[in-house]
Structure formats: C-alpha cells, structure tokens
C-alpha cells in the first residue's frame, strides 16, 4: 500500500508526536516557522508513506490527513 500525507502547517503546533509515531521515519520539523509561530512537521521522503496513518491518529491538532492508494 502506497501513502500520501497532507499536513495543515498553520494547525501544526510542532509537538512531534507524529515525528515519534512514524514507523518509516520520514516526518521532521520545518525550519521555518508558521503563522502561529511554530516550526510545523514536514514529510522528507512521500514515497516511503505506507499510508498507515499513525501520524493523523495521535496528532492532537488534527493537522494530518492520510490518503492511501492499494497496489494492484
């Protein structure tokens, strides 16, 4: 199964919850700052996403939406 991750970087208040959750590893912080001020989650690598959703299950802002496509 193959993923795409979509982060609201102006909801992400940068707890990095989301970063520790990933079992691929492939989420980290930004550099640069939102419009709140905090240094939003970032996806390094999309196409290692499996499309788990274990990101946008344990972010408490909501910030995360997963989509997944099936192999054929």
Avoid: H
Avoid at 9 to 25: A, E
């Amino acid at each position: 199964m193959k993923g795409r991750i979509e982060i609201e970087k102006n909801n992400c208040k940068g707890c990095r919850y989301c970063i520790i959750s990933c079992p691929k590893k492939i989420l980290l912080l930004d550099t640069k700052f939102n419009a709140s001020g905090y240094f939003p989650a970032v996806v390094k690598e999309m196409s290692k996403c499996t499309g788990c959703a274990m990101c946008a299950e344990i972010c408490p802002e909501v910030a995360i939406t997963v989509w997944r496509e099936m192999n054929e």
